[in-house]
């Protein structure tokens, strides 16, 4: 291991040098919010942003990804995506959700067109320099990570600490100049940002610690809340699509104008849409909105953590800002559930 | 990072060529296929595929023959969605393709052998079952006494009537068949598949049931089947959900924590009876 530590300048210009070398995605301001997109300076990156309005998934499982390639004569052939690039400014929950995705596109069938192009990222991840308005990853131990990631980043006063973990990471980190290696105090100095950052990152505040909520669930079925919320329920989608553990996908195929060549393709799909469930012949097995709704929550707080061991909610807080309808807050509704069963 | 198989694609289909078609009803048509790599299917009876025409999409059907009869594959597809309406334009020789097979299968040599053995089918749900049904019949012995139960809404709806003869007349099978409702071609019972019920000795303590229909049959079924003795272990069901990507992945096909695709479609019912959103 390995820990760098850089003014100001010499981060600028590393992230200058990635720049110059491969594809970059950053944190950038897009208006008054942020977004990950392709990097071309470093004045753009802003790793002092709160949160990004998508999360960084749309790298690995991108909105809309061809699968396979066809010819109606000669049948399909697999196109995969493994051009290298580079992630800057990845925030702590994010990166427990890349790792998360990672262990359901490989348990049972491996997925390779999502592991050609995750082996091929470079995570360079950074702590929370700013809390987003409803960021509540400090009570789901997402406020900080101890790994997943190539780099981490952390800012100190007026300096970067650079923690390079992988080989990637190390190829990476090649072009650094004018650091040295990071002191005592600087390390010191990260250990009051985790610290600081766990309680910070805590707009709303869970009320049992995340491992209890599949026991919670466990006898919240009935509970009224599912349907008080659904009431006013849109089913818009808008929750799956904020969301970094959210992965459901559907399958479709485009034709070319010639009608003989064209492409299979996954899109994102979210388990709020009306017809998310539906087969062909008309029968919708989740035809109610509260089924839906409920079931979201159940896959986050128990379907998910019975096949990989952790809550599948991140506590970024995004779909609580991105719900119009105000009834996406996880730490409310499971709060409720919680605390009617005392 | 697992970096296993790295090659593989999940979601690639291989090319199959229809040998035989034919209309079987109004909506339903019966399909032969062979893989044209010349292998075999390699599926047990119960389990599904992944059917592709390119540029209309995927859609999963049931394999309808047994893996004791060789060479080909069959299935009957109803024209109901934009995958199977295209496959009812196939013709004999034309090209489609195929996924897998996905998905559990009914124990036919495990918990079935030796035991007498209850089929209870419901309309499409028969489609499934037949591989199991040819698969006992193909080996007759290892099985107790088999029964085969088929409900069809009206006698224009019966799948495989050449094949219901020949299970009619078959001597050490004893086969039922009702319609829900009846018009001048039918001199059969009328009624729902659960009258036929009553009409069969059931050893219960040596029986396995092997139910598939619409989610409305399933209820009464097994209400009737458990009313008859038989313990919740000794029934199979098979379920059918959106199952898009086969490999468990996806998620339309989720019954709460449960993949059809993969711990399905084929059911022990004991192992569901707390699954809320099952049945």
């Known amino acids: 291991m390995k820990i760098k530590k850089l003014d100001k300048a010499a981060f600028g210009k590393w992230v200058n040098s990635c720049i110059e070398n491969q594809r970059v995605y950053g944190v950038q301001a897009k208006e008054d919010r942020f977004v990950f997109a392709p990097l071309v300076s470093a004045k753009d ?25 066809f010819d109606r004569k000669e049948g399909f052939e697999s196109v995969f995506d493994d051009e290298p690039f580079v992630l800057f400014g990845v925030h702590p929950y994010d990166m427990v959700a890349i790792s998360q995705t990672d262990k359901l596109f490989a348990e049972n069938h491996y997925d390779t067109h999502y592991f050609k192009r995750r082996q091929k990222a470079t995570i360079v991840a950074s702590d929370v320099q700013n809390a987003s308005k409803d960021v509540f990853a400090g009570c789901m131990g997402t406020a900080t990570v101890n790994d997943g990631f190539d780099i981490l980043i952390t800012k100190i006063d007026s300096y970067y600490l650079v923690d390079i973990r992988t080989k990637k990471g190390r190829a990476l980190a090649k072009t650094i100049k004018d650091a040295e290696d990071a002191d005592d105090m600087s390390l010191k100095l990260r250990k009051l940002v985790w610290a600081d950052n766990t309680e910070l990152l805590q707009k709303h505040k869970l009320h049992v610690r995340p491992e209890v909520l599949p026991r919670v669930l466990d006898r919240s079925y009935e509970h009224p809340v599912w349907e008080e919320n659904a009431q006013r329920c849109y089913s818009c989608g808008s929750c799956n699509l904020v969301c970094p553990t959210c992965y459901c996908f559907d399958v479709r195929d485009d034709v070319e104008w010639n009608l003989q060549k064209g492409r299979r ?17 008309g029968h919708n097995f989740r035809r109610n909105r509260a089924d839906r709704y409920r079931h979201r929550y159940y896959r986050k707080g128990k379907y998910v953590p019975e096949k990989i061991g952790e809550v599948a909610c991140v506590g970024c807080g995004r779909c609580i800002t991105a719900c119009t309808a105000k009834i996406a807050n996880p730490v409310e509704v499971y709060n409720k559930l919680v605390d009617e069963g005392k | 990072m697992c970096k296993c198989d790295s090659e593989k694609d999940i979601y690639l289909p291989l090319p199959a060529t229809v040998g035989k078609v034919k209309s079987m009803t109004k909506l339903e048509s019966f399909f032969s296929c062979q893989l044209d790599s010349g292998e075999e299917l390699g599926h047990m009876p119960g389990q599904f595929v992944e059917v592709s025409i390119p540029g209309i999409g995927e859609a999963p059907i049931s394999v309808s023959s047994s893996p004791t009869r060789k060479g080909s594959f069959e299935m009957v597809i109803r024209n109901v969605g934009n995958v199977s309406e295209a496959l009812h334009k196939l013709a004999a020789g034309d090209k489609l393709f195929i996924r897998g097979p996905f998905g559990t ?37 290892d099985y107790g006494r088999v029964i085969i139960l088929f409900g069809a809404k009206t006698p224009s709806d019966r799948l495989f ?46 029986t396995i049931a092997v139910a598939c229909g619409p989610p409305i049959m399933y209820k009464f079924v097994i209400i009737v089947l458990l009313e008859a003795g038989l313990r919740e272990d000794q029934i199979y069901l098979s ?3 959106r199952m898009k990507c086969g490999v468990g992945k996806c998620g339309h096909c989720q019954i709460n924590n449960i993949y059809v695709c993969q711990d399905g479609p084929v059911f022990n019912f004991s192992d569901i009876t707390d699954i809320k959103e099952a049945l």
């Open chain 1, 45 to 69: 990156l802003r790793l002092d942003h709160d949160v990004t309005i998508l999360p960084p998934k749309k790298y690995f499982l991108p909105p809309q990804e061809t699968l396979l390639k």
């Open chain 1, 265 to 281: 393709y996954r899109v994102w799909d979210g388990c709020l849409l009306a017809e998310f469930a539906a087969v062909a012949g």
């Open chain 2, 105 to 141: 299968s009914f124990p036919v040599d495990e918990a079935m052998k030796g035991k007498d053995i209850i089929f209870v089918c419901g309309g499409i749900g028969i489609v499934p079952v037949r591989s199991a049904i040819q698969y006992v019949l193909d080996n007759r012995d």
């Open chain 2, 161 to 206: 009537i050449e094949e219901l003869d020949k299970w009619r007349e078959e001597k050490n099978v004893t086969f039922l068949e009702t319609v829900d409702h009846r018009d001048e071609s039918w001199s059969g019972p009328e009624g729902v598949i659960t009258t036929l019920l009553p009409l069969v000795k059931i050893d219960k303590e040596n």
């Open chain 2, 239 to 241: 379920l059918e959900r």
